[in-house]
C-alpha cells in the first residue's frame, strides 16, 4: 500500500505527483491512494515575474503556441 500526499496551489504538483506514481499504480500488487492537503484559509497565489522570475516567461510562451 502506497499513500501519496500533496498539496498544489495550482494543481501542477498533483499532475506530477500522479506521473512520479504511475509506475506503482500500475503494478496490480501495488495499491496506492492520492490524498490532498487542503488549507484551512487559503492563502493568495498571484505569481508575478518579479516573486517567481520564470513563472511570467513560461506561461506567456506557453500560451503563444
Known amino acids: 500500500k502506497v499513500l501519496v500526499i500533496y498539496y498544489s496551489q495550482s494543481g501542477q504538483l498533483k499532475e506530477i505527483a500522479q506521473q512520479v506514481a504511475q509506475p506503482l499504480v500500475d503494478d496490480s500488487a501495488t495499491k496506492v ?25 513560461y ?7
Open 33 to 57: 491512494d492520492f490524498m490532498t492537503i487542503e488549507m484551512e484559509n487559503e492563502f493568495p497565489f498571484r505569481p508575478t515575474g518579479r516573486l517567481y522570475p520564470g513563472f511570467m516567461y
Open 59 to 65: 506561461h506567456t510562451a506557453k500560451s503563444q503556441l
